[in-house]
């Protein structure tokens, strides 16, 4: 065989061998989700905002994120199942937990409340809400402070299955307010045809009760931390804050 022959072959042989072991270090990673839209949802580009970006964030990594969609708290539970193959959950509020470990914020989101325009609420500070009947979804993270209040009984709250549940009892003078991230209820009430009509009825008051960074929630195990560090490493190699923004307007 020919020298220029031989480095051609071994040159095709060892590219051949790069994209086998390539192929065999790339992994599929199964994360659990719901339907939070702008954030996350099956129906949306890239299937949400943040769900864009830890896909973006472990392509980068050579990996291929898959979500699948649930209620939310059986997103969670799915998580805890001994071999689950989910890795994590997503998008969630970092708490204190030893069921979980949090990656770096995947982006961040204005969550508030929102009121009925004809009866709006005032507030200075979070113990001022203990007079009103608030509204929040079952299972969700809301403040440390607000849920601290609503654990020791001095916020009255009605939990539901929705966000859209939350509006809709707003709207109809059923709740003083209810929390929410002021994304997902504008996405809401331009994309959900039951609250068309009561659109005009409800808005965002004014006051935040905080600007929430968003995570992915790993299991607290070996296989949960070494796709946390994967994810993480990759988040310093994308543009988050772009593909954030990016997909926040295509959902609108």
Same mark, same amino acid.
């Given at each position: 065989?020919?020298?220029?022959?031989?480095?051609?072959?071994?040159?095709?042989?060892?590219?051949?061998?790069?994209?086998?072991? !390539?192929?065999?270090?790339?992994?599929?990673?199964?994360? /659990? *989700?719901?339907?939070?839209?702008?954030?996350? &949802? /099956?129906?949306?580009?890239? !299937?949400?905002? /943040?769900?864009?970006? %830890?896909?973006?964030?472990? #392509?980068?990594?050579?990996?291929?994120?898959?979500?699948?969609?649930?209620?939310? *708290? +059986?997103?969670?539970?799915?998580?805890?199942?001994?071999?689950?193959?989910?890795?994590?959950?997503?998008?969630?509020?970092?708490? #204190?937990?030893?069921?979980?470990?949090?990656?770096?914020?995947?982006?961040?989101?204005?969550?508030?409340?929102?009121? $009925?325009?004809?009866?709006?609420?005032?507030?200075?500070?979070? #113990?001022?809400?203990?007079?009103?009947?608030?509204?929040?979804? !079952?299972?969700?993270?809301?403040?440390?402070?607000?849920?601290?209040?609503?654990?020791? &009984? +001095?916020?009255?709250? #009605? %939990?539901?299955?929705?966000?859209?549940?939350?509006?809709?009892?707003? /709207?109809?003078?059923?709740?003083?307010?209810?929390?929410?991230? *002021? $994304?997902?209820?504008?996405?809401?009430?331009?994309?959900?045809?039951?609250?068309?009509?009561?659109?005009?009825?409800?808005?965002?008051? $004014? +006051?935040?009760?905080?600007?929430?960074?968003?995570?992915?929630?790993?299991?607290?195990?070996?296989?949960?931390?070494?796709?946390?560090?994967?994810?993480?490493?990759?988040?310093?190699?994308?543009?988050?804050?772009?593909?954030?923004? %990016?997909?926040?307007?295509?959902?609108?």
């Amino acid at each position: 065989m020919k020298q220029h022959s031989r480095n051609a072959w071994l040159l095709s042989v060892f590219l051949v061998l790069a994209g086998v072991f !390539q192929s065999a270090a790339a992994d599929k990673v199964y994360m /659990a *989700s719901l339907e939070w839209p702008p954030y996350s &949802g /099956a129906a949306l580009p890239d !299937q949400g905002a /943040a769900i864009a970006v %830890a896909k973006a964030a472990l #392509e980068a990594m050579g990996h291929e994120l898959v979500v699948e969609f649930y209620p939310w *708290s +059986r997103a969670v539970k799915l998580v805890q199942q001994p071999n689950s193959k989910y890795v994590a959950y997503l998008p969630e509020y970092k708490y #204190e937990t030893e069921d979980f470990q949090f990656s770096e914020p995947l982006g961040e989101g204005p969550l508030g409340l929102v009121e $009925n325009v004809s009866k709006p609420i005032t507030w200075e500070q979070v #113990e001022d809400l203990e007079r009103y009947r608030i509204g929040v979804v !079952q299972d969700y993270v809301n403040t440390k402070a607000f849920d601290d209040l609503v654990a020791a &009984g +001095r916020i009255k709250v #009605e %939990a539901v299955g929705t966000d859209t549940q939350n509006i809709l009892k707003v /709207a109809a003078g059923r709740l003083n307010a209810a929390v929410i991230d *002021s $994304n997902v209820m504008a996405y809401l009430l331009a994309n959900t045809p039951r609250l068309k009509s009561v659109s005009s009825k409800v808005r965002m008051n $004014n +006051r935040l009760l905080e600007m929430k960074d968003i995570y992915a929630a790993f299991a607290n195990n070996a296989a949960g931390a070494k796709w946390r560090e994967i994810l993480d490493e990759g988040l310093t190699k994308i543009d988050a804050g772009a593909i954030l923004d %990016a997909h926040m307007g295509a959902s609108k």
